[in-house]
């Protein structure tokens, strides 16, 4: 069975930085693509980033390009995501999501991916 833990939110000031964390039990990671979505009290899910499952392809939203990177460690299991630059519009719960069999092309919908955390609150302030 697979299992996502997200781990690394907290309350920031404007352009201050977080870096979240999702840690993946199971033999899936090797072989998942992983992604990171948000979201905020009133809206629906939205894409942030994703990464392929060899690490060589990544993609943004629009909104936090520039300012956020994603990246994988084969060895510890575990996906971050590095946010720099945050805006009080960055506030939402975070969630790292798994999208299983080796595939080539990144998903960028809650339902391209079958196995999610649990969600990290992230509050930056104005």
């Known amino acids: 069975q697979v299992q996502l833990v997200d781990s690394g939110g907290g309350l920031v000031q404007a352009g201050g930085s977080l870096r979240l964390s999702c840690a993946v039990s199971?033999?899936?990671?090797?072989?998942?693509?992983m992604g990171w979505f948000r979201q905020a009290p009133g809206k629906e899910r939205e894409f942030v980033a994703a990464i392929l499952w060899n690490g060589v392809s990544t993609d943004y939203a629009d909104s936090v390009k520039g300012r956020f990177t994603i990246s994988r460690d084969s060895a510890k299991n575990t996906v971050a995501l590095q946010m720099n630059s945050l805006k009080p519009e960055d506030t939402a719960v975070y969630y790292c999501?798994?999208?299983?069999?080796?595939?080539?092309?990144?998903?960028?919908?809650?339902?391209?991916?079958?196995?999610w955390g649990q969600g990290t609150q992230v509050t930056v302030s104005s």
């Open positions: 199971g033999r899936t990671f090797s072989s998942a693509n």
């Open positions: 999501a798994a999208d299983p069999g080796r595939k080539f092309w990144l998903g960028i919908r809650s339902r391209d991916y079958d196995y």
